[in-house]
């Protein structure tokens, strides 16, 4: 008696991803908190994050291919310094190593627990903590 076998699955050749884990970064992220750790800053803008700060907190919106940031800047005294800037969408790549490259240029995330992540800004200089929606 001959064997039949019947496969099931995509026409079109696509690749079934559900199995695969989605990388811990992909979401809506808003900022938090801002800490300076080097060099002077004083004087300068910060994220708006505070709760009366004239701006909106800054939020990053990774798809599984794309990023987009949004950023408001404020005085230290939470007046607007400058208005909404978008940046993206632009595409981004987990290099490894907690390091993802977001239209060349890399970005070190550190991940704390499921729901937050710090990233450095200024080369360094500041630490920012961005929290998951």
């Given at each position: ?10 026409s ?45 907190p ?8 794309e ?44 991940f ?22």
């Amino acid at each position: 008696m001959p064997l039949l076998l019947i496969a099931c699955g995509d026409s079109d050749g696509n690749r079934n991803t559900n199995n695969e884990p989605l990388d811990p970064i992909i979401g809506t992220w808003v900022l938090v908190n801002e800490k300076i750790v080097g060099g002077d800053w004083g004087n300068s803008c910060r994220g708006c994050f505070m709760e009366n700060d004239a701006g909106s907190p800054d939020t990053f919106v990774f798809t599984s291919s794309e990023v987009t940031k949004t950023v408001w800047e404020c005085e230290n005294d939470g007046s607007l310094c400058t208005e909404l800037t978008v940046y993206g969408p632009g595409n981004w790549e987990n290099i490894g190593s907690n390091i993802y490259e977001i239209e060349g240029e890399p970005l070190q995330v550190t991940f704390i627990g499921n729901n937050q992540m710090q990233t450095p800004f200024e080369d360094g200089d500041i630490v920012q903590t961005w929290e998951r929606q």
